[in-house]
């Protein structure tokens, strides 16, 4: 019989031992994160046909118009963690308050919590380049049975027990780690299938490109500043290549497989940059060091800051372990 690659659920199924799957708690959890994320993908992959492009003229609690597409992936991962009853608490960017699952069925006794971006890059959607969802889990440190309080969607990203995006790209992807390493599994839409396609993902130590919107150049340190014309210069293995394309999970993927550096630095303008910490660095910063890259925030590890509010941005200079520690030689 011609071998095919393991399907998700045979994966989970073979590292049950290493992994948080004993409750089966976690498994549930990503099995319904998976099909959350088909629903989103099959309506972004026909976004053009069906009125899911534009604005909702509503104003998110960013300051940013909120998209059709935005308001939808937000919906579905919202609802589909909510109806099977797996978590007892979420976090959206998309939502000003974090998201008590009700205690109706007894939710209050779920042990985890999810933080996500259900739509990262959303300025791409009507221009048809590729988006994300991002989402990382953490177990509750309230007590069980009580509704799930601020404090649980507030520890440092070293405390997630998960965390993963999708990419919904030339294909769609999963790429989630558990604390052993990272594994990506490319969904076959046909039969609405993952398939492991990048078992043990690594990101080379040293990359090649650098990932930043250098539209705000002028606004950067100076640090930065010195950083990026040093990725210009003609010596060594440089100049690198710039790639930028606007939604960070794109920019991450492509880096952690290919090697790169991403940095989204705080500005004149932005002081404390734009990503977000809880649902946006964290999970991605998880995810960077278990593949054996670096993501820090120009002072330390991204996963060791103690969030202080849930909409909270910080700089993020994510990637190849040697390019990161280059670009923050520059910072000093
Ligand atoms: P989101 O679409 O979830 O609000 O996040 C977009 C983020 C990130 O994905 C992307 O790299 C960055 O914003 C782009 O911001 P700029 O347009 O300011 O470069
Ligand atoms: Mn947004
Ligand atoms: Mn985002
Ligand atoms: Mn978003």
Redesign the pocket.
Known sequence: MEHHPQTLGEFIISNQKDFEYSSGELTRLLNCIRLAAKVVNHEIRQAGLVDITGTIGNVNV?G?EQKKLDVFANDVFINALTNRNIVCGIVS?ENEDFITISGANNAHRNKYVVVM?P?????NIDAGVSVGTIFGIYRRISPEGTPVTREDFLQPGNMQVAAGYVIYGTSTILVYTTGNGVNGFTLNPAIGTYYLSHPNIRMPEQGRVYSV?EGYYVHFPQGVKDYIKYCQKEEDDRPYTSR??????S?IHRNLVQGGIYI?PKSSEREDG??RLVY?CNPIAFIVEQAGGHATDGHGRILDIKPQDLHQRVPLFAGSKKMVEKAMSFLK
């Not at 739509?119 to 300025?123: N, R």
């Not at 930028?244 to 999970?249: A, D, E, L």
């Open positions: 960013q940013e960017e971006d739509l990262d890059g959303s300025s919107n930028y394309i606007g939604s960070m999970v920019d989204y734009k990503l946006e």
